[in-house]
């Protein structure tokens, strides 16, 4: 009967790499041409939801972060952010209580986590008529540099939340201040940041280190920044 395969724990651990790599669509394609190879998509996704680790969106996961380098021993690493269209879509989170897909407000730069959470069926038809979807999702990745050049160690997901880019240079240099300093706070340094080539990031980039910047930007006082001395040409 179709209702009896069973699988080993390490064919479910497949499966649920391969449905969050490849998406639903892939993942029902493998399963339908490969009979009884792969579970069907209601175990994966109750695999998926029964984890006890929960990324809600918006929040951003510095305990975990702690707990992912204590246990590399590493205390040095590099943030990277960047952001990647998606098909705007609103689902409900059951284990956060809150809806999913729109653009979260910010706070000095940071999203507010869990701001669509309701019990009113007409405040959340409010919000489908009112609030603008997100069309793109922001991540924040730390990747860890290690003592030993030939175990890299794979990127932490520090963040996820989706935004419809409406944030200015101020709020980037915000959160990379914030960051740097709630890292440092567990034990972690953070050397430098990554980004593309948007121009909201290059602005950014040009205002955190003074490069024919209008004012004197406050990253250049903080107190941990790094400093060069160099040789005098005479």
Request: proline share 5%; hydrophobic share 35%.
């Amino acid at each position: 009967a179709k209702n009896a395969y069973r699988f080993k724990p390490s064919v479910k651990e497949f499966a649920v790499i391969v449905y969050i790599l490849g998406g639903r669509n892939l993942y029902e394609f493998l399963r339908l041409n490969i009979p009884g190879a792969l579970p069907t998509l209601t175990t994966v996704r109750s695999i998926v939801t029964s984890t006890k680790y929960h990324f809600p969106e918006g929040e951003f996961q510095y305990a975990r972060l702690q707990e992912f380098t204590d246990q590399s021993k590493c205390r040095y690493a590099f943030c990277a952010e960047d952001c990647t269209s998606v098909v705007p879509k609103v689902s409900y989170d059951s284990r956060s209580n809150s809806f999913v897909g729109f653009t979260l407000p910010l706070d000095n730069g940071f999203p507010r986590s869990g701001y669509f959470s309701t019990c009113s069926f007409n405040e959340l038809q409010s919000w489908h008529d009112q609030m603008q979807k997100s069309n793109l999702l922001n991540i924040y990745a730390v990747q860890v540099l290690s003592h030993d050049c030939q175990r890299s160690k794979p990127p932490f997901l520090l963040a996820a939340y989706g935004t419809n880019g409406k944030y200015t240079s101020n709020d980037i240099v915000s959160r990379w201040s914030t960051i740097f300093d709630r890292c440092s706070d567990y034990g972690l340094r953070i050397l430098g940041y990554s980004a593309d080539a948007d121009a909201k990031n290059l602005r950014a980039m040009r205002e955190a280190t003074g490069f024919f910047a209008t004012q004197r930007p406050e990253l250049l006082n903080h107190p941990s920044r790094f400093t060069m001395s160099l040789f005098e040409v005479r």
